[in-house]
């Protein structure tokens, strides 16, 4: 974003906040509970497709509330894996579906037309699959459930589900409230950003609301290019609209619609973190004034390249009052539109041309350019999901609970990706084109449903759980793809799967603060193609369905008079086919093959606190100690021995703690003191043994300070990632055409960034 519109932009969200605040003053005191009440309030989840307690749902889950969303500037999906121990998330250009990991379990695929997430996004009850959301604003609570969750969500939660809750329209209320934040490279920030939310709801009728919410943010200088002097610039934005109308007083209608569009330019992409010292490519970065090394940030691609995204859907619901049971319809479409020009050496070209030409092919390759799409002919990728549910809802009652129903969902994919490979052998003195041609791949998929679950009431404190899915998947796929096939045909497959998943346990209450329960869930993902062809494989290969069993024994219990809420269990997943991918980089770039692994198994144990245990005092914690494996003579992707070594993106220790303490300075007016802290192990973010892509355990601080008004407005300093702690999403190594050398993706948490934030309410 140019200078002078980022100022303006700061100077009038500034001018809006106090015109706000002004106006927020002549408004009611606010009707919250005292700060000196340290009782909980009953938290409500719709973990079971039914709004019930927390503490009453025997499921894992985190909650991430409205307020802790807030307190930790959460931004992107991404930034939940802060919020919750057992979430992580690789980068989510490598991986469907937002790239999250649960306990371990994930989906770690590159560009694979097919494949589904372990881990999907569930938003207002929609399951969002490969089009999913990035970001998340006027948001009411994040859950993130673990383990296997197949009976009630589908075929892409074989691991877990990230469920997602906005703010619904409130009836006969007009109300709003902006909020800002400015990341200042003068205080400190490795990059600066500006970001607005806002919202508004107002009343249509005296039975119907409309609630309008918005998003802006800009990063600039997360990386930057040493030959144009160029800084990255993300810029995104986004909508939301949600229409309520009660139309009877059985019949209630939920229409929801949002659009985000995405602009990264001179993107970083793939940042050197090792090159081997002298080699060809070091002496290229080092001519560009680049130390590739963990803390690395810069890149010199001097190309003016682009990622340019769209995304955006609408759904329906009814919701319908049959006295004693409720019938929901939900019909959802969502659309993503995706425009891409990388040069994935990342090396300006006559820098590359200079020093690479000295290459001898066999420790390197005398690469000047590999692109995957260009300036003039980008890479250009389309996903579509149609979904439908239609279920039945029991009455809360003593006896028997229950929920039932159909699903079916239909994606759709089409990609073309442009390869061009231009190389500068010393021997002949100029650049060749190595390879050109256009990869063309369309994929479609089905699921089709019927599930059910059930709570029966033995007695008043103990109950039985049982759930029931039958699922069947069809997966077709069809790509042509010169450089790597050789020849210009097209190959298709198709594959097919059924599955029944189902759940059974107990649940049992000690007393009016104390529940135990012990569960074994099923899950499913639906089978994939392996669509990496070789000029010696022509075959489009099915790839055998996922299916996790989870065994899960757990406590939820409130203590201190109801000011603290603490969930304990102790779990152990056992997943048949685990699906994963194995990456090396080749003459067209990253060549991504599709496998199965026979057996993978995580277990351990993960906790929860939370509440008020002190007057004005908030407390998060959120961890988890995992033992997650690869199978005995599992071979990795450079041949390594595998065997009982950590699965990807599963530390064995992670624990999150968020802290805040509120002073009162006067009737009007208190200071707010936060603080966060994530604290990880080493993980592995590549399928091999070998240590150089290990990332090191580190701790990641975040601290804040806020003045408040009683009368709706706040402002405040902040600081996320004190410590400037570069942590990576992805790990590649550069093999195909420099040995030793290894490519990191960073995303905005891996950055310090300080700044003002501030929100007016009305």
């Not at 106090?18 to 973990?47: F, H, K, R, W, Y």
């Not at 990342?346 to 041309?353: C, D, E, F, K, L």
């Amino acid at each position: 974003m140019k200078p002078s519109i980022k100022l303006l932009l700061r100077a009038s969200t500034a001018l809006f906040l106090a015109t706000g605040a002004a106006t927020a003053q002549t408004a009611p005191a606010s009707t919250s509970a005292n700060a000196a009440d340290t009782s909980l309030m009953e938290i409500v989840v719709t973990a079971q497709k039914r709004s019930e307690s927390v503490q009453q749902v025997p499921i894992s889950v985190t909650v991430i509330g409205a307020d802790q969303l807030a307190r930790r500037g959460v931004q992107s999906v991404q930034d939940l894996s802060q919020a919750s121990a057992s979430l992580e998330f690789t980068a989510p250009a490598a991986a469907p579906g937002g790239g999250g990991f649960v306990r371990g379990i994930g989906t770690n695929q590159v560009g694979n037309a097919t494949a589904a997430s372990s881990v999907s996004i569930v938003l207002d009850g929609v399951v969002l699959g490969n089009v999913p959301v990035s970001d998340i604003f006027d948001t009411e609570r994040v859950e993130v459930l673990k383990g296997p969750q197949g009976t009630l969500f589908g075929s892409s939660v074989s691991a877990g589900l990230v469920n997602i809750t906005t703010k619904a329209p409130v009836l006969g209320e007009t109300s709003g409230y902006v909020t800002t934040e400015f990341g200042l490279t003068g205080l400190g920030s490795g990059y600066s950003r500006d970001v607005v939310r806002a919202a508004l709801n107002v009343p249509v009728t005296s039975n119907s609301a409309l609630r309008l919410a918005a998003h802006f943010y800009d990063n600039s200088g997360l990386t930057n290019d040493t030959i144009t002097g160029k800084d990255e610039d993300q810029s995104n934005y986004g909508l939301r609209a949600r229409y309520l109308a009660q139309l009877s007083d059985k019949l209630t209608f939920n229409l929801i619609g949002d659009y985000n569009k995405t602009d990264d330019r001179d993107p970083g992409g793939l940042i050197y973190r090792a090159a081997t010292a002298g080699s060809p490519l070091a002496q290229a970065l080092g001519a560009c004034g680049i130390v590739a090394s963990a803390s690395n940030t810069s890149q010199c691609n001097e190309q003016g390249l682009y990622d340019r995204a769209q995304v955006g859907g609408v759904s329906g619901q009814f919701d319908l009052d049959l006295d004693g049971m409720t019938l929901t319809s939900i019909t959802a479409g969502r659309r993503l539109h995706d425009t891409t020009a990388v040069d994935l050496i990342g090396i300006t070209p006559s820098v590359a041309r200079q020093y690479m030409q000295n290459c001898n092919f066999a420790d390197c390759f005398p690469v000047v350019a590999l692109y995957a799409g260009t300036t003039t002919t980008p890479q250009v990728t389309n996903h579509s999901l149609f979904s439908q549910e239609l279920r039945l809802t029991s009455s809360d009652n003593r006896d028997l609970e229950w929920v039932g129903g159909l699903y079916y969902q239909r994606t759709a994919f089409a990609n073309s990706k442009p390869g061009l490979l231009i190389i500068h052998p010393a021997a002949v003195g100029m650049d060749l084109t190595a390879a050109e041609g256009t990869q063309r791949i369309h994929a479609d998929s089905e699921d089709y449903a019927a599930f059910g679950n059930a709570t029966w009431y033995l007695e008043p404190e103990t109950r039985l759980i049982g759930g029931l899915r039958f699922t069947h998947s069809r997966v077709h796929e069809e790509e042509s793809d010169l450089i790597n096939a050789g020849v210009p045909d097209t190959f298709a497959a198709t594959g097919y799967a059924n599955a029944a998943t189902w759940r059974a346990g107990v649940q049992h209450d000690f007393d009016r603060d104390m529940m135990v329960y012990a569960t074994v869930s099923t899950g499913y993902k639906a089978p994939q193609i392996n669509d990496q062809l070789t000029t010696t494989d022509h075959a489009l290969d099915p790839i055998k369905a996922e299916r996790p069993i989870g065994f899960e024994v757990g406590v939820k219990k409130t203590m201190f008079d109801g000011r603290l809420y603490v969930d304990a269990d102790l779990f152990y997943t056992d997943v048949k086919d685990f699906q994963t991918q194995s990456c090396v980089s080749g003459i067209s770039g990253l060549n991504c093959s599709n496998i199965n692994v026979s057996k993978v198994v995580t277990k351990g144990f993960e906790w929860e606190i939370f509440g008020h245990p002190f007057a004005d005092t908030t407390v998060n914690v959120s961890g988890i100690v995992n033992i997650a494996e690869y199978p005995q003579g599992f071979i990795g992707a450079d041949g390594s021995d595998m065997s009982n070594k950590q699965l990807n993106y599963a530390p064995k220790f992670k624990m999150t703690i968020s802290a805040e303490r509120q002073f009162t300075l006067s009737d009007t007016y208190s200071l707010v003191l936060g603080a966060d802290a994530t604290i990880r192990t080493k993980q592995s973010m590549y399928l091999s043994a070998d240590p150089v892509y290990v990332v090191p355990g580190q701790t990641i601080f975040n601290a804040r300070l806020t003045l408040k008004s009683e009368d709706g407005w706040s402002v405040g300093l902040f600081g996320r990632n004190l410590g400037d702690k570069v942590y990576p999403t992805q790990l590649y190594p550069t093999t195909a055409f420099a040995q030793g050398g290894l490519w990191q993706a960073i995303d905005p948490n891996a950055r310090r960034l300080v700044g003002i934030q501030a929100e007016a309410k009305f």
